[in-house]
């Protein structure tokens, strides 16, 4: 499949990153270094708590794989209009860290109540995911782009 359209490129690239971010997150939260996984965010954001069950666990996932998927967006619109694809894996870095602490700035200034103070191993874990991210998300942005280029 052939997919030339730089946001449609971007949100599959951003979806499929925010999987692996979201896999880390999940370890994370299970061996009790993270008090809060990635879906708790929009969860929290929009009802004020953690999902209560499955279903609404599944259904702040999807929220945030959405949301990933509109900064993969954002990613391969300042990738194609501002800078070249050489060092993409750098730039992908940069772009998670800097999606990261402007994400927990807001959140802190904004004095989101569960979300802030966090805890250490929730920033770390965060911060992980967020450079995960970003390096996946170039890296697929860059293979998808190049294997439309080659069609």
């Not at 702040?60 to 501002?82: E, T």
């Not at 694809?85 to 860290?97: A, D, E, P, T």
Request: proline share 3%; aromatic share 14%.
């Amino acid at each position: 499949m052939v997919i030339k359209d730089t946001i449609t490129r971007g949100f599959i690239a951003g979806v499929i990153a925010g999987v692996l971010m979201n896999i880390i997150s999940y370890v994370s939260y299970y061996f009790g270094i993270a008090k809060l996984r990635f879906l708790d965010w929009p969860s929290i954001i929009i009802t004020g708590n953690v999902p209560a069950n499955a279903l609404s666990a599944l259904f702040f996932m999807i929220v945030q794989l959405i949301f990933v998927g509109f900064l993969g967006c954002i990613f391969a619109l300042l990738i194609s209009r501002l800078t070249t694809s050489m060092n993409h894996i750098f730039k992908g870095f940069l772009f998670g860290v800097i999606s990261w602490f402007a994400i927990y700035g807001i959140t802190y200034i904004a004095d989101v109540p569960k979300l802030t103070p966090l805890d250490m191993g929730t920033a770390v874990t965060d911060c992980i995911g967020a450079i995960v991210f970003g390096v996946v998300l170039s890296e697929t942005q860059n293979r998808l782009h190049t294997r439309d280029e080659l069609s």
